[in-house]
């Protein structure tokens, strides 16, 4: 079992920064891949970026490329999100997830907003 909980969240102007953290319980945090995921108002949850458990690959969904950073310690088991550049279209709730062979935990989510 593996508990998620996200901070960091909040209202920045277009053009600004947040970093969230997302702290994970258990002994094992090097074995899953960590992720975040956000969902907008009226729409469906989407992918935004992921890494693997070493740390040594990571994953962004084209929305993000180039803004978003996504970074783990696995000492601390934490994962990390930074945002850089943030839009509007980025307000969403941002959901940290965890994922070893078939199982998956999820956070209680974040809320973030961009103001323009």
């Known amino acids: 079992q593996v508990q998620l909980v996200e901070s960091g969240g909040g209202l920045v102007q277009t053009g600004g920064s947040l970093r969230l953290s997302c702290a994970a319980s258990?002994?094992?945090?090097?074995?899953?891949?960590m992720g975040w995921f956000r969902q907008a108002p009226g729409k469906e949850r989407e992918f935004v970026a992921s890494?693997?458990?070493?740390?040594?690959?990571?994953y962004y969904a084209d929305s993000v490329k180039g803004r978003f950073t996504i970074s783990r310690d696995n000492a601390k088991n934490t994962v990390y999100l930074q945002m850089n550049s943030l839009k509007p279209e980025d307000t969403a709730v941002y959901y940290c997830?965890?994922?070893?062979?078939?199982?998956?935990?999820w956070g209680q989510g974040t809320q973030v907003t961009v103001s323009s």
């Open positions: 997830h965890a994922r070893w062979d078939a199982l998956n935990y």
């Open positions: 258990g002994r094992t945090f090097s074995s899953y891949a």
């Open positions: 890494i693997t458990g070493s740390g040594d690959n990571t």
